[in-house]
């Protein structure tokens, strides 16, 4: 990869002819229309947040160093923006006063500015590394420079690894804040649709969990059929089951839910009202695990983290069913008490035993002292695997 360090482009060499894209949230050209700012593999802008673009701003204004810049040459002797993508559409956007910063307590606008400000900054040369080189190894190398300020995402290097047509139809589905249907998703999906947060769930969902080599093996298509199919499966399936939109259900592992339980048939009446129950109980911990809980027949408990006795009440319970075995000179454990094995007299010290709901909790007992008996571990393990 050849490389060569340039310090004669200005801020005004890179705004002229700076164009901005407002609803992709993109800067595109500068440089007289000879540089393209967002490639493909670039993610959208997100420093437009009144903190870090204003501190770019900022810091030219001060002359403080911006930071490296590094440009691609490519074939047709046109640039892109390799690094500095996020710094330079800040630039951009403030010379074209799309926003204002605090200067000397008052809000200014780039138009409203002092012309010597102006000139200051327009007259700030930048540091650029020109790359010249194979595709592969720009790529390779972009993956292993680090992005001032935010640093990428997974799914941000995995896109500029494997940028191509499959990645462009993907981003215009999956990473679009202007897409109708991100509130609708937004219910089941936790993340950033910027962040590309939403794609990468949507590609785990579709390979189950090896996004890397679909992203790989799709790189060339000219279509996401499969991505978008299956994704709306998943999100067709999760709304015909669970009628209602719980707070809860916000980044389950759907994909793996989907694949597992998508050929039980469910009563979505009986599954609401069992999710209405179960999200009143206030014994259990893990409402994240109510769905699955569901799903698979209401049968693991282990999801639902049911709240257990405190160490009070296990004392208390320990020596009073003790001080009865002793008089009785049977074992302290009931079910050793009244089995025919050598455990039959035995006192298990506290520290062997275990707390164990006499009715249980998934028919209803509540977690209290007056249904709390302490088992000895053997007993209270078969019966927790009944
Ligand atoms: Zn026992």
Redesign the pocket.
């Known amino acids: 990869m050849k490389t060569k360090l340039r310090t004669d482009i200005t801020v005004r060499d890179l705004c002229e002819g700076f164009v901005y894209n407002e609803l992709e949230g993109k800067g595109l050209y500068g440089l007289s229309g000879k540089l393209t700012i967002q490639p493909e593999y670039q993610r959208n802008y997100i420093y437009a947040d009144g903190k870090k673009d204003v501190a770019v701003i900022e810091s030219v204004l001060n002359q403080y160093p911006l930071g490296l810049i590094y440009f691609n040459k490519t074939m047709d002797g046109r640039f892109e923006v390799l690094d500095g993508q996020q710094r330079i559409t800040s630039l951009g956007r403030y010379v074209t006063d799309r926003f204002a910063v605090k200067i000397d307590n008052m809000e200014q606008y780039f138009s409203g500015l002092a012309s010597d400000k102006q000139q200051l900054i327009l007259n700030t040369p930048l540091l650029i590394y020109e790359c010249e080189g194979a595709e592969s190894e720009i790529k390779q190398w972009f993956r292993t420079i680090n992005i001032a300020g935010v640093p990428l995402s997974d799914q941000e290097l995995l896109n500029a690894v494997y940028s191509g047509p499959f990645v462009t139809l993907a981003k215009a589905e999956f990473s679009n804040s202007q897409n109708a249907m991100i509130q609708k998703w937004s219910a089941y999906i936790k993340g950033a649709v910027n962040r590309q947060e939403f794609l990468q769930c949507a590609l785990d969902w579709v390979s189950h969990g090896k996004i890397e080599a679909y992203m790989s093996q799709h790189r060339y298509d000219n279509n996401i059929c499969e991505l978008k199919t299956y994704f709306n499966t998943v999100i067709d399936w999760i709304t015909a089951v669970f009628t209602d939109v719980e707070r809860e259900m916000c980044g389950l592992e759907w994909g793996r839910l989907y694949e597992t339980y998508h050929n039980t048939p469910y009563n979505p009446t009986a599954v609401s009202q069992a999710v209405h129950r179960l999200m009143e109980d206030p014994y259990i911990q893990n409402r994240k695990g109510i769905f699955e809980y569901i799903l698979g027949g209401e049968h693991d408990t282990r999801l639902l983290n049911v709240r257990v006795f405190d160490e009070a009440t296990k004392k208390k319970v320990y020596r009073k069913q003790t001080e009865a075995a002793q008089r009785a000179g049977v074992?302290n454990?009931p079910?050793?008490a009244i089995g025919h094995e050598a455990?039959r007299t035995r006192l298990w010290k506290l520290s062997e035993m275990d707390a164990d709901h006499v009715s249980a909790w998934s028919r209803g007992g509540a977690t209290t002292i007056e249904n709390c008996q302490m088992?000895?571990r053997?007993?209270n393990h078969a019966k927790g695997n009944r």
């Open positions: 074992s454990c079910l050793c455990n088992l000895c053997t007993h």
